[in-house]
């Protein structure tokens, strides 16, 4: 079946960087668009990054310059990149995609920021 395993989250220091892997299994990874969702404590789920198929990508203006999606699909696995991280990236990260009649999504990787 689908799983979605990200890894990878951690806590930080405002400025520094941090890689998210998430290690895809059960489906053609390599045909899909993937994302990079975040939830902040008290809000939302948040779209962060997406990769398409063809390795084209797309950013939320809040971490635009910051953050850097890629996907390697030798080895199932999607990256995020974090760097110049800033307090208000603290969140739970998680990988997901669109499947044919359902959104799958990972587990969650916990970020925290802060000093």
């Known amino acids: 079946q689908v799983q979605l395993v990200e890894s990878g989250g951690g806590l930080v220091q405002p400025g520094g960087s941090l890689r998210l892997s998430c290690a895809a299994s059960?489906?053609?990874?390599?045909?899909?668009?993937m994302s990079w969702y975040r939830q902040a404590p008290g809000k939302g789920r948040e779209l962060v990054a997406t990769?398409?198929?063809?390795?084209?990508?797309n950013y939320a203006d809040s971490v635009k310059g910051r953050f850097t999606i890629s996907r390697d699909n030798a080895k199932n696995t999607m990256y995020l990149q974090m760097n110049s991280l800033k307090p208000e990236d603290t969140a739970v990260y998680y990988c997901?995609?669109?499947?044919?009649?359902?959104?799958?999504w990972g587990q969650g990787t916990q970020v925290a920021v802060s000093s």
């Open positions: 059960g489906f053609t990874f390599s045909g899909y668009a």
């Open positions: 990769i398409t198929s063809a390795a084209s990508t």
């Open positions: 997901s995609f669109q499947g044919f009649l359902t959104r799958y």
